[in-house]
């Protein structure tokens, strides 16, 4: 059974930072490209960044937001720096066997983590 499980999340103030972890399998994370979206309230979920099953290529939308992974916990993370009232959303992890920029890429999820930044 594959888990995606997301923790992290919190209530901070603009400028402050995060770091989201996305606990997995080490299955999952050697062969599976690895990724981030976000659904703010009332909106579609959107592409943050994803990483490669090799680490070598990461690709993230906020020039703010670092995406990596820890192979000895199985972990993914998305560290978000000086964070604004626009990065609230709940923040989702993904996996895929194709990597992209669309949730179609990806065909595991976890449950999200909410994220809220107050200005």
């Known amino acids: 059974q594959v888990q995606l499980v997301e923790s992290g999340g919190g209530l901070v103030q603009a400028g402050a930072s995060l770091r989201l972890s996305c606990a997995t399998s080490?299955?999952?994370?050697?062969?599976?490209?690895m990724a981030w979206f976000r659904q703010a309230p009332g909106q579609d979920r959107k592409f943050v960044a994803f990483?490669?099953?090799?680490?070598e290529r990461t690709y993230s939308v906020e020039g703010r937001f670092t995406i990596s992974k820890e192979k000895v916990n199985n972990t993914v993370y998305l560290r978000m720096d000086g964070l604004k009232s626009e990065d609230t959303a709940v923040y989702y992890c993904?996996?895929?066997?194709?990597?992209?920029?669309?949730?179609?890429?990806?065909?595991?999820w976890g449950r999200g983590t909410q994220v809220t930044v107050s200005s």
């Open positions: 990483i490669t099953p090799d680490g």
């Open positions: 080490g299955s999952l994370l050697r062969n599976y490209h």
């Open positions: 993904a996996a895929g066997i194709r990597v992209g920029i669309t949730e179609r890429n990806y065909g595991f």
